[in-house]
């Protein structure tokens, strides 16, 4: 008996555990360089940690058929636990691909929790017969809907990752979603302790080392892709590009002299924030220098890469001040480069030139 129950506390822990530790150890060693990452995650580290202990208990109390009513209290918790750390992963993908946070994602949670509450006094959502085994009522399954919802959501950010070309992006939210599905599907159909949280500790440790792996291919002020992003595509890439367009701020050096460099900072951000915007789809922006940008255009058509010259004059209309110059590929993506470097440099002059009439 002994043996049995060190074998199911093994299998119900090593997984969660194994994964909520090594989560917890990036978190203290990262948190120094990256501080906005870290407290997103932070908060699901905590959760995980509740949902360890809580699941531990729930076990516990169906194996020795405890008291029902801290039974329920805890498999409550339990449940909000999972869908809580779900919301938080789901609310996290959410800001890394479209820039945004929206609150209304949180009410399918709060329904669930409100139908869980339902358990303390009525059999409509899951109760405990004499014998400690667990009993669902028409609303037994209102935490695994609520799940299907945020899956579902997860698929619609994998879709619009996928369509602004953050193509490993959208795979790794795919990949975590079918673990959830499998985990699920092996927790109620084999009764195997311990998959699901499981699955759940691995899924935010993995996308926490994705995005981390990502701060080394991007610029930490603006969020562009980096100079070594840059050439990295411009290699990878190289058959496939079909535009370079080189872009060079107005005015960075004089808001640095006569407004310090926090505003220089801000207008680097603003201009960048506004680029990001007007790019096409399979269309990249990098931060080369200091004032210094450039997109590569991946298999656009001629008339596609007319619409994104238009979307840079609309911009600079807007009251981004920059000059660009772009070239369409011949051969060489280096020489294309040069061109549109070169081009860009032609449009400075000349755009000194008209200021100064």
């Known amino acids: 008996m002994y043996v049995q129950s060190m074998a199911d506390l093994v299998q119900l822990n090593f997984l969660p555990v194994v994964a909520t530790l090594f989560m917890g150890f990036f978190l203290i060693i990262n948190k120094k360089y990256e501080p906005t990452l870290t407290s997103f995650f932070r908060s699901m580290f905590f959760f ?16 020795v058929i405890a008291p029902h009513m801290w039974h329920k209290m805890v498999a409550v918790i339990g449940y909000n636990m999972r869908i809580l750390i779900l919301l938080r992963l789901v609310t996290v993908m959410e800001y890394n691909i479209t820039g945004k946070i929206r609150r209304a994602v949180a009410i399918p949670m709060i329904i669930n929790f409100c139908i869980l509450l ?37 698929s619609y950010l994998a879709y619009l990752a996928f369509k602004r070309g953050q193509k490993n992006e959208s795979y790794i939210i795919v990949i975590e979603e079918a673990l959830c599905v499998l985990g699920t599907f092996a927790e109620l159909n084999y009764q195997i302790r311990g998959i699901l949280i499981g699955v759940i500790a691995l899924n935010i440790t993995f996308y926490y080392l994705y995005l981390h792996i990502c701060k080394f291919y991007t610029d930490p002020l603006t969020g562009t892709l980096n100079r070594a992003s840059f050439y990295a595509d411009m290699q990878q890439y190289a058959s496939k ?20 460099h926090q505003a220089g900072d801000e207008l680097l951000k603003d201009s960048a924030r506004m680029m990001q915007k007007a790019l096409l789809p399979h269309c990249y922006l990098y931060r080369t220098g200091g004032d210094e940008f450039v997109i590569l255009c991946i298999g656009l058509g001629k008339m596609q890469i007319s619409q994104m010259t238009s979307r840079l004059f609309d911009t600079q209309r807007k009251g981004c001040d920059f000059a660009f110059g772009m070239s369409e590929t011949e051969g060489d993506p280096n020489n294309t480069f040069r061109l549109a470097d070169n081009a860009m440099y032609t449009n400075k002059r000349n755009m000194k030139a008209a200021r100064k009439q």
Request: net charge negative.
């Open 48 to 63: 995980l940690v509740i949902l360890i202990i809580t699941d531990n208990i729930d076990y516990y109390m169906y194996d």
């Open 118 to 154: 339902l358990s303390f006094s009525t059999h409509l959502v899951f109760w405990y017969d004499d014998a400690g085994h667990t009993l669902r009522g028409p609303f037994g399954y209102s935490s695994h809907i609520t799940m299907c919802v945020y899956l579902i959501y997860g």
């Open 241 to 260: 590009i079909t535009a370079i367009y080189s872009i060079d701020l107005n005015g960075l050096k004089e808001m640095n002299d006569t407004k310090g």
